[in-house]
Structures are given as structure tokens and as C-alpha cells.
């Protein structure tokens, strides 16, 4: 079952495909900085953030949407992205989160209004028949609470909505958390397709193997630091990524063999003439 259609996607940059470019980077909560000094570029396509869990991943898509304080320089093509969200919304960036963050006694076509709030409401109703024709499986499930759909769809839900600010920019927070294999793949398909259509897009994902397949170059988050980036396929190949999240390395070095010792056998005791004569 996809819920996208064969067409080019409606929504979206066209032509005008976003640059992000970050220099200097750093944040946290409070007096804590989980970032520090980052530099690297988004470009046009389909850009992968991997790491390990408590890395800093999704605490830098937190900082790039206005969510946490940040210092440091963040351009989007070559100008000051704004601090506050709903200007950050303005400026063609929007952020599906972690987790969804869908209104659950509220319909589809509700959660999916919300993502065009700042646009006029005819600009609204335009984008929301847009969305609804790229995702034709939501038109079926318009009237549904968003709460009783299944994790994939409800994924499926905060793309879309997403989509009806009709970014330039688009970063997604861990997509494939918790959801079925199948869902994975397809929802891993749709950030292609997004990507291939004009949006530039900006992913954090758990699932190594899958997010390297579907990106244009990724970058290695470790402790709030850059360790590693480069072109998905070079990055796929590489040893800290190879080592560290696709398992290789972990079988054991085969160790040369030992050579079996085998116990001396122990002496019997000499009997004397005496005691040889007695018996």
C-alpha cells in the first residue's frame, strides 16, 4: 500500500532548492553545551545525520528550528536563518519531530490544515487539495482521528503536514522510529522522492544501512562532534561507520591455535629387591 503518488510532488521548493550552511555551531540546555563548534553544509538532495543515541542529533535539529538557543552562524542560501520558529517557518524550514506530534482527537485533514497556519485560508484550502493528491491514501483516511491510525501513518500524517508549508528546507527527526520494516522502506522512499523534486532535505535516523541507501552524503555526530562525513556510499563503506553501526568488526579475530599440552603421565614408584622378593 503506498500512500504517495507516482507524480511529482505539488509542494515544495521546484526549482529553488535550499543551501543550508552552519558554522560554528553550539548548543544545550541551560549552562550544559550538547554542540560545540559544529561546521557543515546541507546541500541541495538528500543529506543523513547518523550517531549514537545521546550523540546530539536530534538537539541540533532543536537548535537549526529555533526550539533551544544557539550560537554560532546557520545561512540559508547565504542569508541569517532567523532565530524564532514562526520565522524560521517563514523562511521555507519545517521540522517533523521526533515522535509525531500529531493531535490525536483531531481529524487528518485538521493536523494537516495546522501545517499551513500562517498562509490565508483560500492559500490553505489550495495546498491541503495539493498534499491530499501526493498523499492520495490520507484523502481515504481525511476524516479519521488522527489517534486511531497506526505509527506508520501517523508518520505518514506528519510529512504531509509538513509539506503544507511548502518548505524549501525539510528535517526529519528519527522517521522510521518504532515502525514496522515495510514502513521504513516506504517512508524512506518518500524523503527521496521529496529530495528528488526540489525540497532539500535534512535527516536524523537510527536505521544506518537504510537512511545511506536513500542519501546523497551524510555526516557521523559523536558526543556533540563531526567524526566523520562524506558522499552516502564512500561513508557506507568507511570503517568508523562499518565498525561502529553496520557490525562489521564485530565478529571475533580469529586467534592462531594453541597447541594442545597434554599432561605428563605421572611415574610409577620403583619397588625395591625386598619388596619384589616378598610378593
Do not use: C
Amino acid at each position: 500500500m503506498m500512500y504517495w503518488s507516482d507524480r511529482p510532488f505539488s509542494l515544495g521548493a521546484g526549482e529553488k532548492r535550499a543551501h543550508l550552511k552552519v558554522q560554528g555551531l553550539s548548543a544545550g540546555y541551560g549552562a550544559f553545551l550538547v554542540l560545540r563548534d559544529l561546521g557543515f553544509e546541507v546541500k541541495p538532495g538528500l543529506t543523513v545525520i547518523l550517531g549514537p543515541n545521546g550523540a546530539g542529533k536530534t538537539t541540533l535539529l532543536r537548535a537549526l528550528t529555533g526550539l533551544i538557543p544557539r550560537q554560532g552562524d546557520v545561512l540559508l542560501d547565504g542569508e541569517d536563518l532567523p532565530e524564532r520558529t514562526d520565522e524560521i517557518v517563514r523562511a521555507g524550514v519545517a521540522l517533523v519531530a521526533e515522535g509525531r506530534q500529531l493531535f490525536p482527537q483531531m481529524t487528518v485533514t485538521e493536523n494537516l490544515e495546522l501545517g499551513a497556519w500562517l498562509a490565508p485560508k483560500a492559500e490553505r484550502a489550495h495546498r491541503l487539495e495539493q498534499v491530499l493528491n501526493d498523499f492520495p491514501k490520507l484523502r481515504e483516511r481525511a476524516r479519521q482521528l488522527a489517534g486511531t491510525m497506526s505509527g506508520g501513518e501517523q508518520q505518514m500524517v506528519a510529512v504531509a503536514r509538513a509539506m503544507m508549508s511548502a518548505p524549501r528546507l525539510l528535517m526529519l527527526d528519527e522517521p522510521s522510529l518504532g515502525l514496522a520494516p515495510r514502513m521504513v522502506d516506504e517512508l524512506l522512499a518518500i524523503a527521496r522522492r521529496i529530495a528528488d523534486h526540489g525540497t532539500t532535505v535534512l535527516m536524523v535516523e537510527q536505521n544506518v544501512k537504510k537512511a545511506l541507501a536513500v542519501a546523497d552524503r551524510g555526516y557521523v555526530l559523536e558526543r556533540g562532534a563531526l567524526v566523520a562525513s562524506g558522499p552516502a556510499k564512500l561513508l557506507a563503506r568507511s570503517s568508523v561507520v562499518r565498525e561502529a553501526y553496520l557490525g562489521a568488526g564485530s565478529e571475533p579475530v580469529p586467534q592462531p591455535a594453541r597447541p594442545t599440552v597434554r599432561p605428563e603421565p605421572t611415574p610409577r614408584p620403583q619397588r625395591t629387591p625386598a619388596q619384589a622378593s616378598a610378593a
